[in-house]
């Protein structure tokens, strides 16, 4: 496992080993012992799986309790995957990083608890598979606003592009409103 950083030093792209030959691949997409090794947790409670259209974004969510810490692939197609850092007394907070993954490039980041989590669909059909660290607990999720000026993300959109959004997500409230972590 091949550990990449970013411009927030806790959210990694991790890069498998993988084994290809003329029947496919394998790869390890987690191990105890490597997570171990790299600092990362070893115990996930639930996996996810979501399928999106193109334009589709999903996001930004978080869970003021119960915070979940994420690692996040793609199986099917490809998406911008974005982190936002919500702990006040981090160096980074109210800052943003962004990553394309795609099931051609099987590499998977970790967005560890204390960050709002969404991804922007780029194909025309995307699968997104990821493990949480803590269990989804709906009273807790909070939606940060996924176009807040104040945050700037760079969405991969094309000129006069508007995403697909759920009302959850189209409610969203900026930083400045939103509960965050000590």
Known sequence: MHCLSTAIPDVMILE??????????????FHEEKFAALGLPTRFVQDNHSASRRGV???????????QGKLVRVIIGEVFDVA??????SPTFGQWVGELLSADTPRMMWIPAG???????????????????????????????????????????QPGEEP?????????????QCETYP
């Open 16 to 29: 498998p080993q993988v084994f290809r030959d003329e029947r496919g691949f394998f790869m390890e997409v």
């Open 57 to 67: 974004l999903r996001g930004l969510h978080y869970q003021v309790r119960q915070a």
């Open 84 to 89: 936002v850092d919500l702990r006040r007394s």
């Open 115 to 157: 960050f709002a989590h969404g991804f922007l669909v780029l194909s025309e059909w995307a699968e997104v598979l990821y493990k949480t660290t803590d269990f989804y607990a709906p009273q807790w999720e909070r939606t940060l606003l996924w176009n807040d000026p104040a945050i700037g993300i760079r969405w991969l959109l």
């Open 164 to 176: 697909r959004l759920s009302e959850k997500d189209r409610r969203g409230l900026p930083l400045a």
